[in-house]
Each structure stands twice: as structure tokens, then as C-alpha cells.
């Protein structure tokens, strides 16, 4: 499969714990995006990368949340001392360019209890 | 940067009735794409468009692009339990910001 790829697909943590997420892009790819969806939104920018540069992380909700991108390929988005409101959806999402058609992945799912 | 209003909010509709979902935007568009997210899945990429006054058809699907490029439209024909999902739009040049989308509920 060339799609994009995330993994794990579901987490279940603790208050106060860490989690990260990887993210596959689909290769070419140059783009790399995070969102977060909760139920009844839409996905709620969150940062994104150019290779391994990242352009824009104002819209991250706060600083426990922080996104690599290392060597332009895959991504990783950590949350720090997570929280209940945390638990949503994290998608991500890759393109070849701006303007280019984005492609998501299947999301993963965070539950905080 | 742009922003895109999608109207309605929801709309839900029996079984073989038409649906149209709206993007307006105050500003100039490069390019809009549309996305459906089936519940619990994923935004799947539907298609884009460009050109001013640009119209494309996927089966019971039409796209619009009005002359302007300030506005678009998702129109379904005869619609099925299949086309249950939200329907969202978005400025490809922006792709930070979506909107709420349109949540289409089929009734059977």
C-alpha cells in the first residue's frame, strides 16, 4: 500500500502519560501535515512540514504537543503529560506541493482515561 | 490566510432526493477541493478544481467552480445510503484550515 500510514491506529493512556505518533507519508512526497479531529468538526490544522523544515507550528495547542520531521521523510507528533481533552483523532496527512492534492491517513485514535 | 464557508451545516434527506452542499469564500481561490469522511474514517480526497467556471462529474456527483472562484458546489443526484458522510471544502493553496463541513444523512 502507497498510501499514507499511520501508526498505532488506537491508543488508550493515562492522564499524564506520553504518546507519539508516527506518520508515512507517501513517498515524493515533500508536504507532510498534522491535524486533530474531534467528533462533529472538521480536522483542526494543527502544524505541518516542507522535507524537514517546519513551517508553520503556531496552531499547535500548546507546548506539550511538538512534531518532527527529522530527515524529511517520516513524522513523529508527541503530546506530553497528556490530558482527557486530548482524546481525539490525529490525522495526518501528506502532498507534493502546495496547491497539490492532500492525502490523509486513516487517523489514530487517542483516548485519555 | 482564506477561508472557506460551507453551508448547510447538515442536511439530511430521503433516499433518492438531490443534495448540494455550498463553499463561499470573500476572497479569490487558486483551486477548491472536496474531501468525504464516511463516519469513523478518514477525509477521502474527491476531487479539485481550477479553472473558473470548471464543472466535473463523478457518476451522481457534480462539481462546480463558479466564474468568479469565490464559490463551489457538491451536487448529488438520486442520493444513496453510500453517500452518507460529511462533505467538506477547502482552498488547496490553505490547506490549514477546514471548515465544518456538511454532514449529509440519507434516510432509507
Known amino acids: 500500500d502507497t498510501g499514507v500510514s499511520q501508526d498505532p491506529r488506537h491508543k488508550i493512556t493515562k492522564r499524564g502519560q506520553n504518546v507519539t505518533f508516527r506518520c508515512d507519508p507517501i513517498s515524493e512526497h515533500n508536504r507532510l501535515y498534522w491535524y486533530r479531529q474531534t467528533l462533529g468538526q472538521g480536522p483542526e490544522f494543527l502544524t505541518y512540514?516542507?522535507?524537514?523544515?517546519?513551517?508553520?507550528k503556531s496552531r499547535l495547542l500548546s507546548d506539550r504537543f511538538s512534531a518532527e520531521r527529522p530527515k524529511g521523510s517520516f513524522s513523529t507528533l508527541e503530546i506530553q503529560r497528556t490530558e482527557q481533552g486530548d482524546s481525539a483523532m490525529y490525522l495526518c496527512?501528506?502532498?507534493?506541493?502546495?496547491?497539490?492534492?492532500?492525502?490523509f491517513g486513516e487517523g489514530s485514535w487517542l483516548t485519555v482515561v | 490566510g482564506q477561508q472557506v464557508m460551507q453551508i448547510p451545516q447538515y442536511q439530511h434527506v430521503q433516499e433518492g432526493e438531490d443534495f448540494t452542499t455550498y463553499c463561499n469564500s470573500s476572497t479569490t481561490l487558486s483551486n477548491i477541493q472536496w474531501y468525504k469522511q464516511r463516519p469513523g474514517g478518514h477525509p477521502v480526497f474527491l476531487i479539485q478544481?481550477?479553472?473558473?467556471?470548471e464543472v466535473k462529474k463523478q457518476k451522481r456527483l457534480t462539481f462546480q467552480f463558479g466564474e468568479a472562484k469565490k464559490n463551489s458546489s457538491l451536487h448529488i443526484t438520486a442520493t444513496q445510503t453510500t453517500d452518507v458522510g460529511t462533505y467538506f471544502c477547502?482552498?488547496?493553496?490553505?490547506?490549514?484550515?477546514f471548515g465544518k463541513g456538511t454532514r449529509l444523512s440519507v434516510i432509507a
Open positions: 512540514f516542507q522535507n524537514e523544515a517546519q513551517l508553520e
Open positions: 496527512a501528506s502532498s507534493a506541493s502546495s496547491g497539490n492534492t492532500i492525502y
Open positions: 477547502f482552498s488547496g493553496n490553505t490547506p490549514l484550515v
Open positions: 478544481l481550477v479553472k473558473s467556471g
